[in-house]
Every structure is written in structure tokens, then in C-alpha cells.
């Protein structure tokens, strides 16, 4: 069993442990379509477990045949990956070789003894977050744990948490999206953009997107990318554009016009887009280094890019539309976002489409804002989290199947189409901070945050009922 260290005296309703379950195989399912299309799908299933009969190949099998492709048949691949269980029951997965460590302050000779000690080898430190991935290499890592939880040198040790997705890309089986809508959309409507919208709305704010990678050559984020280039990249394997990161971003700052109105919702807002792996089995780690990055833009009010341009960065409101899978409470994340925060950063968070108010990380950290989704109706999206962590609640959309009753937004270079989510529910809310702060400047983040409660959020109580109390101060409108 391995017990995580954490010394750091914050509030969290556990330290979790972990107990192995069986190593992990890379299973990946071929599927041919009618004009000679190959995709495949791809999951870990753990040693134990028949392949065959697992829910989730069953369910990519079942997907494949809606769109009209034939199973053609499954490939398997050893890892160096484990499953665990954690104390909650929730499965999770990380090398049994790695751990993260989190020191109280940079001593490089303190750090130093840490490695030789204890027989690590360093794959990476994190400066910033004063944090590094380590892995073992003679002493069991159940043991490393035990003496780390003992040694003052070290404020905290957690595994190497790993995202638990499966992919099962069918974009190139799509159709050529949709075209902008002539109306105004619904979604710009329930903020009552007519009453107070402008040309000028997020200037003076960056908007930092910390995503999967975006298409930096959308048409629509030409005027307001900061930088065209990947320069701030956390992501172990080479930068990919995808869609999700790209929604996001379209939300928020896409000058194309629909109804009259720029898709985006603060058009004069510059986009900094920080790319994150999104990918199976990609480390958590990487974007607590991605948040603690942005942290450091906040406290020196500018971006350095790689060929030393320095970007002025007066007012910072962050995206973060993802989770950390098992709602697993990771200390290093967690302080990476107390630090953005006292930084003078505003991070808005998705706070999880799984229809409960069980806990759900980092939307629930203190220090970030976490956001709901709505329906056009403004009642909750049957898919999004509530309970009272959560701060706002935002368009969203109904969810599948995809149509006008759900977001409208870009999603590759020229294709556009409708998602749904509270992944983009979030950027409305990060889209109407940088409104509102480009039209009050002078105000700190926790004055702007009690502004907009209290002067710019519509009450939820009358169409959400049985939910009072649990989807935050409300919608956040341009003008009530």
C-alpha cells in the first residue's frame, strides 16, 4: 500500500491511499468503414480483466456500429503502467516507479541528499512550484513513502497520477461541421449581450487557455492570439491542434460574427493559449507546472516567449476546462492554484459533468471559481455537477446529441459545430470576468468577483427549484 505524504497543513478531507491492483494493457480496437476508413479506439484495461466483455470496449464497439463501421479486431501492448485503487473506492493509474516530491523551499543541497538517500533518479524539477518528478530505482517505492513521511525535508510526496482517458478519435468520419447561424445565439441571449455589449469588451485582460493544444491558425483567433506560436507547452509529447481546446478558445475570443455579434464574448481580450497533454495516460503534474507557470506571469505581469519577447500581462483570468479523473485531491496541483491565486489570477474552472455534487478537483480548490451548466432554459444541464462549491452557473448546453440547444463554437482551423459541456460553460464565465474587468480596471479580483455577484449575476432559484443554494450566485450577465 502506498500512503501520500502531505505536510502542508492545508484543508482537504483526506490523504489517500493507494493499493495495486495489476499492471495495465494498451488495448486498441480497429474499426473500417464502407469507403475503406481505418480508426481506431483505444483503452487500458488492467491484466485481470477480460478484453472482450469490458464495458468499454463494448461501448466503443457500439459507437463504431452507429456510425457504420465493422469491428476488424484488437490489438494488445504491455505497459509500465498499474492500476490502483485509491481509499475511495475510485480506480486510478500511475508507474509504480515515479513519485512526485514537494519541498518547503529550494535548498539544492537539501534536494540533493533527497536523490542520493533515497536512490532517485530525477526526471524533472519544477523551479516555480519548487516540485519534481522522481523515480525509483532500488528501494520499494512503499518504502520511500514511509520515510518520506518522516523526513523534514520534504513537505509533501504524492504518485504520478496519470489521466485516465480512452480515445476514440472519429473527427475524420465527420462531416464538414456547420455553418454560423444567422440569429443571435441562445446562449449570447440569456447574458443579455444586447444591452451591453462592446467592441472593446476584455481590453486591457489576458485570457490564458490551459487546454489541448488549439488551432493557432483559426481565422477567428488571429487578432486576438498573443503569441502565434506553441511557446508555453507542458505536455510531454509534441503539441497537437484539437478540438476541445480550440471550443474554448472561440468562446471566448473569435471575432467571427454570428447575429451581429463576435462569437467570442470579450473580443478585445489577447489569448494566451498554454497547452497542456490531454492524452491517455498524460501526468498531472504537467499541468500543475502549467499552472504554477502562470503563477509566475502573474506575479511579474508579463509572458516571456521563447525568443525573448516580453508580453505585458496587467490583468489575468484563466481557463482550466478539465479534471483530475477520480476526484483525486493532488497536492501539487492544489498549490499551484493557491499560488496563481495570490498571484492576483482569476481561474475559472469546469466543475464536471457526472450529475453530482461529490467532490470534483480543481474546480473545488478554495482558490479556483467553479462553474455549472445551464440550458437555454437556464435550468441545470442534466450532465453538470452542483452542490455548493460551485460559484457560477453558465451556458452549457443540453449534451448529445449535438444541436441548436447546445454551444455553438470553432473547432478545427475552418469548421465550426456544437459542443456541449461544462468544459464550455466555464469559458463563458472566464469570457464575462474579462468583460467586466476591461470595464473596471482598478478593481483587485475579490472586489471584481463581488461586483459581479451582486450587480451582474441572475438568480437560478425560479427555474432550478429543488437546487437553491447549489449552483453558485447565478448567470453572469453583461447587463441586468
Not at 18 to 27: G, H, S
Not at 35 to 63: C, L, M, Y
Not at 153 to 158: D, I, N, S
Not at 391 to 402: A, E, I, L, V
Request: overall charge neutral; glycine content about 8%.
Amino acid at each position: 500500500m502506498i500512503v501520500s505524504v502531505d505536510k502542508t497543513n492545508r484543508s482537504r478531507l483526506d490523504v489517500p491511499t493507494y493499493t495495486y491492483i495489476a499492471p495495465l494493457n494498451k488495448i486498441t480496437i480497429n474499426f473500417s468503414g464502407n469507403n475503406g476508413q481505418q480508426v481506431a479506439a483505444t483503452t487500458f484495461i488492467n491484466t485481470e480483466e477480460k478484453r472482450d466483455i469490458h464495458p468499454q470496449v463494448q461501448s466503443f464497439i457500439q459507437q463504431a456500429n452507429l456510425l457504420g463501421l465493422t469491428h476488424a479486431g484488437m490489438a494488445d501492448q504491455p505497459t509500465d503502467i498499474s492500476e490502483f485503487s485509491d481509499s475511495k473506492n475510485n480506480r486510478v493509474r500511475f508507474r509504480s516507479n515515479e513519485l512526485i516530491i514537494g519541498f518547503p523551499r529550494i535548498e539544492r543541497k537539501a534536494i540533493a541528499s533527497v536523490i542520493l538517500d533515497y536512490k532517485l533518479r530525477l526526471r524533472w524539477f519544477d523551479s516555480r512550484g519548487w516540485f519534481g518528478l522522481y523515480r525509483v530505482t532500488e528501494i520499494p517505492i512503499e518504502r520511500v513513502f514511509e520515510q518520506l513521511a518522516r523526513d523534514k525535508r520534504v513537505l509533501y510526496a504524492e504518485p504520478n497520477i496519470l489521466d485516465g482517458a480512452d480515445i476514440f478519435d472519429v473527427s475524420d468520419l465527420e462531416d464538414d461541421g456547420v455553418s454560423p447561424p444567422q440569429d443571435v445565439l441562445w446562449n449570447h441571449s440569456v447574458l443579455n449581450r444586447k444591452s451591453g455589449w462592446s467592441v472593446s469588451d476584455g481590453r486591457g485582460v489576458i485570457v490564458a487557455v490551459v487546454d489541448a493544444p488549439i488551432w493557432l491558425n483559426h481565422p477567428g483567433l488571429s487578432n486576438a492570439l498573443y503569441t502565434k506560436n506553441n511557446d508555453f507547452h507542458f505536455g510531454e509529447s509534441p503539441p497537437e491542434p484539437q478540438a476541445h481546446g480550440t471550443s474554448v478558445a472561440s468562446i471566448l475570443c473569435d471575432s467571427t460574427l454570428v447575429g451581429g455579434y463576435t462569437l467570442g464574448l470579450c473580443p478585445a481580450a489577447k489569448l494566451l493559449p498554454v497547452s497542456i497533454d490531454t492524452s491517455a495516460n498524460s501526468s498531472y503534474a504537467g499541468r500543475a507546472r502549467a499552472i504554477n507557470f502562470l503563477a509566475q506571469v502573474a506575479t511579474n505581469r508579463e509572458a516571456i516567449t521563447k525568443s525573448g519577447e516580453r508580453l505585458p500581462v496587467p490583468r489575468l483570468v484563466v481557463n482550466c476546462s478539465w479534471q483530475l479523473q477520480g476526484a483525486q485531491d493532488l497536492t501539487s496541483v492544489a498549490r499551484a492554484f493557491t499560488s496563481l491565486s495570490q498571484a492576483g489570477g482569476i481561474c475559472v474552472c469546469s466543475a464536471g459533468n457526472s450529475d453530482t455534487d461529490a467532490p470534483h478537483y480543481p474546480s473545488d480548490y478554495p482558490s479556483c471559481i467553479s462553474i455549472a451548466g445551464l440550458t437555454k432554459t437556464l435550468s441545470k444541464s442534466k450532465y453538470s455537477n452542483y452542490g455548493k462549491a460551485i460559484s457560477f452557473s453558465m451556458p452549457g448546453g443540453d449534451g448529445t446529441p449535438y444541436d441548436l440547444n447546445d454551444i455553438f463554437a470553432a473547432q478545427s482551423v475552418n469548421r465550426f459545430d456544437y459542443c456541449s459541456g461544462t468544459s464550455f460553460a466555464s469559458p463563458h464565465a472566464a469570457g464575462m470576468f474579462a468583460v467586466h474587468w476591461s470595464r473596471n480596471p482598478n478593481l483587485t479580483p475579490s472586489q471584481l468577483i463581488e461586483i459581479i455577484k451582486t450587480r451582474f449575476s441572475l438568480p437560478l432559484e425560479t427555474t432550478n427549484p429543488a437546487l437553491v443554494g447549489q449552483l453558485g450566485a447565478g448567470l453572469i450577465c453583461f447587463a441586468t
